[in-house]
């Protein structure tokens, strides 16, 4: 075996943990291979991917028909400017991704992330008020807990007090209201009421706000690492479109993390088809890891008064580069031709049903939540009165390191300092099999009951 040696063991450089954690802490294993949704370090130690890393690995690692396309395409041609010249391999991936995502989401704009495609989707939306004469819609409502990416702009509509107290004074930070949370209701409050509650808490801060200077309303239609795979009744769906439309305010669905297939949709907005957003953007999952990337979808109604008005004043130099579109093109063609969204629904049973049979047996599972395979469940003290672990403890932190020494590699950072509750995202890659599901729920159980053991019987 070879230690992993200390952060801080190197006199420069070193690994970019080195700005996380403190000199002497640990190292990571290091990374040697990855095949399917099985990693191994260095010293030939196996984890199960399972949760597609920070939820990106949807066709797992090494897949060859993707290595294949990067290749080719590397081969023609790696970049070329789209201010001098077209690709194919741009079009060929505007015209699958559009015609997945459906009627009203016209037009593509790939970009290298999810935070550069929250920006770009904020930018097309104040372009587009100015274009139709309304150039005081200037805000943006987000919801709290939310995550729409570190960059300040992706920040401001990002609901986590903790990186406000410290980023805020850096950028305008955008009124939130509450997100619909469907464990930790308030007092004399239902799911739906509390629901209910929150749609008319947006009403209201439009109202308050002043209805002519709204620009959008951003929200992940189910829930990422922010709230825990958190998933709203359908009525608030309904409730959040009908409250836009009254105000002309336009409704964006950040599915950097639930798009591309995850929820057993190719957009988790299909699941209620009633409601379309007027922009959608992915990331993610779009590429699954394989190049760095993301898009925004947005009608020919948005675009066109945009560009009448003398064009989209946004790009980044390798935004739409010729490889990234390429890879992403096959990530897509692959997942459509194995039906991974369809596995993805089907495996997302089998891992429900798996995590409510360890939830049921487990004294600090408290809840087991999300859609396909965008799961999370989150950890209690005491499952009677949801009471939360001591937040000392930082209980996705252990977890996610007791499974990792299992063999288990999970997404496990607390978010928004804990204020809302701890869990942890099990999020596998859509290629699972049933016996892979059940021996990562087997994987989860050892790591439950080893984190059990350790915490004091309250
Ligand atoms: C819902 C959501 N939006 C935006 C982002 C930001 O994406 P990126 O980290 O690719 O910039 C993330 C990343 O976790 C996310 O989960």
Redesign the pocket.
């Known amino acids: 075996m070879t230690d992993p040696g200390r952060i801080g063991d190197t006199p420069q450089g070193g690994p970019v943990q080195s700005f996380y954690v403190p000199k002497g802490t640990e190292r990571r294993p290091a990374i040697a291979r990855g095949e399917g949704i099985y990693l191994w370090d260095v010293n030939g130690r196996r984890y199960l991917d399972a949760s597609s890393g ?3 690995s949807n066709l797992g690692h090494g897949n060859r028909r993707v290595l294949e396309a990067m290749r080719t395409q590397a081969e023609a041609v790696t970049f070329a400017y789209p201010g001098l010249f077209e690709s194919d391999a741009n079009v060929a991936l505007a015209d699958l991704v559009c015609k997945l995502a459906g009627p009203g989401l016209d037009r593509a704009f790939f970009v ?7 920006e770009a989707a904020i930018k097309l939306a104040r372009q587009y008020a100015l274009a139709i004469g309304q150039p005081a819609r200037v805000t943006v409502i987000g919801r709290e807990p ?6 300040l702009g ?1 920040l401001a509509v ?1 609901g986590d007090h903790h990186a406000e107290e410290i980023f805020g004074p850096l950028m305008r930070a955008m009124p939130k209201v509450p997100a619909p949370l469907s464990y930790r209701v308030p007092p004399g409050h239902t799911v739906e009421s509390y629901a209910e509650a929150c749609a008319r808490a947006l009403e209201d801060e439009i109202v308050r706000q002043g209805p002519d200077t709204v620009l959008a309303f951003i929200m ?1 239609p189910v ?4 709230s825990g795979a958190m998933v709203a009744p359908a009525s608030y769906y309904d409730a959040v479109r009908a409250i836009c439309d009254r105000h002309g305010v336009l409704l964006i669905y ?5 798009g591309a297939g995850r929820t057993g949709t190719f957009l988790a907005a299909d699941h209620w088809p009633a409601v379309r957003p007027d922009l959608v ?1 992915l ?2 999952g779009l590429a699954a890891g394989y190049t ?1 990337f ?1 898009a925004v979808l947005a009608p020919d109604r948005i675009v066109d008064p945009v560009v009448g008005a003398g064009g989209f004043l946004h790009g980044h130099t390798y935004f739409t580069n010729p490889l990234s579109c390429a890879i992403a093109h096959a990530v897509v063609s692959e997942m459509l031709d194995r039906d991974l969204i369809g596995n993805a629904a089907r495996m997302g049973r089998r891992l429900r049903a798996g995590l409510d049979a360890l939830a049921a047996r487990s004294r600090i599972i408290g809840d087991v939540r999300g859609l396909g395979l965008l799961m999370a469940i989150e950890l209690v003290a005491d499952k009677a009165t949801r009471r939360m672990l001591p937040p000392a403890l930082i209980a996705p932190a252990r977890l996610g390191a007791l499974a990792l020494q299992e063999g288990l590699a999970l997404y496990s950072r607390r978010t928004s300092g804990g204020k809302f509750g701890d869990w942890v995202m099990i999020t596998p890659p859509l290629i699972i099999d049933a016996a892979q599901v059940d021996e990562l729920v087997g994987l989860l159980d050892r790591a439950i009951t080893r984190f059990e053991r350790e915490l004091p019987r309250a």
């Open positions: 920070p939820v990106v290298s992330g999810g935070s550069e495609a929250t939310s995550y729409h990416g570190a960059t992706a990002t992940e829930g990422g690492l922010a950040d599915e950097v993390m639930s953007t990331a993610k760095p993301g």
